[in-house]
């Protein structure tokens, strides 16, 4: 099946979506925890402004520039 999907790198594909998965799941575990609705937004925000507003280098690998932001985020 996999022949089939238009992903070249599968393995890297898979990793990248369950980072993702986690990384959310925690995040969105803490902010219950904490119940502070500015935190909560503040960090909504955050992760709306790194993840999806700033710009990928089309000339880099996504992956790798993702993993970056990632870890960048560990802190939340």
């Not at 925890?33 to 909504?44: C, I, P, R, T, W």
């Amino acid at each position: 099946m996999r022949k089939w999907i238009d992903t070249p790198d599968v393995k890297r594909h898979e990793k990248f979506v369950s980072d993702w998965h986690f990384f959310l799941k925690r995040l969105e575990q803490r902010m219950e925890e904490d119940g502070d609705q500015a935190l909560a937004n503040k960090v909504s925000m955050y992760v709306l402004k790194q993840f999806y507003l700033t710009p990928y280098d089309r000339d880099q690998d996504f992956f790798d520039q993702f993993g970056k932001r990632l870890e960048a985020s560990s802190f939340l």
